[in-house]
Nanobody, 123 residues
Framework: QVQLVESGGGSVQAGGSLRLSCAAS????????MGWFRQAPGKEREGVAF???????YYTDSVKGRFTISQDNAKNTVYLQMNSLKPEDTAMYYC?????????????????WGQGTQVTVSS
């Protein structure tokens, strides 16, 4: 059973930066995609950024040009560099890993989840 451990959340003012990390306890063939969802209070969980084992990246439109996802295969770790943060980026961020069977941005595509890390952006 793969375990995902996130770190790097926190509070920052608008325009600031944060870097999230997600370390997987082991390599698993089913974890073809790894990435991040976020969920704000009262809203559905939404896909943010994902990367495949071939280093192909996917971003939701609202973060393109501001967020960058990368991976270190030797460490089984994925990173999310978040720049130019906005108050609307405030949410709990969850790392996820899975095959992407139902689409990269679909919650149903992921069978491994982290506990979440809070990101708060103040105006």
């Amino acid at each position: 059973q793969v375990q995902l451990v996130e770190s790097g959340g926190g509070s920052v003012q608008a325009g600031g930066s944060l870097r999230l990390s997600c370390a997987a306890s082991e390599y698993d063939d089913s974890a073809y995609f790894m990435g991040w969802f976020r969920q704000a209070p009262g809203k559905e969980r939404e896909g943010v950024a994902f990367i495949s084992t071939l280093a192909i990246t996917y971003y939701t439109d609202s973060v393109k040009g501001r967020f960058t996802i990368s991976q270190d295969n030797a460490k089984n770790t994925v990173y999310l560099q978040m720049n130019s943060l906005k108050p609307e980026d405030t949410a709990m961020y969850y790392c996820a890993a899975g095959r992407g069977r139902y689409g990269v941005m679909n919650v149903r595509s992921y069978n491994y989840w982290g506990q979440g890390t809070q990101v708060t952006v103040s105006s």
